[in-house]
């Protein structure tokens, strides 16, 4: 008996061990916040909603530079508040991709929390909702801003 104890401490502990190596999926991808406005992803939390077909992501951004347009940026962040429309309209985009880089599904910001200030430091949450079924599937997703912001008229400062 006591074999059989030890014999499942291990395989429990061999069975943690496989699960930590794996990749969370799918892979988050947010890297035109920071070329645009450097905007990083801080934390990020999913849950079911009450209808489990969708999956609510709330994802906390930090500010880790100033923002010189901060009226831009703001615009970027528009939320749909639910109203969905013609979903190429929208400033930023997530697409959702499987194994094959195939895009699978595209999703807006349904609400921001706190302040969009542009400073240094501080942070903001957005809001998704993305279909519990596509996010299964997807192996990366990845935000896309349709209108990076132009570089100042006298070209890149050194």
Sequence with gaps: MKTLAWMAVA?????VAFADDK???PKWVVDQFDKAWGIKLKSMAM????NTSWTEVKMTLEFTKDVPDVAEMRKAFVATGGIRGNLDD???IFYA???DSVSIGKYVIMTTEGDLTGVKGDAFRISLQIDS????KAMKIEARVAKPPKPPKDGPRR
């Design 90 to 92: 929208y400033p930023i």
């Design 97 to 99: 991709f499987d194994e």
């Design 23 to 25: 990749e969370e999926k």
């Design 47 to 50: 849950k079911d909603g009450i």
């Design 11 to 15: 395989f429990g502990f061999v069975a």
């Design 133 to 136: 079924g596509t996010l299964k």
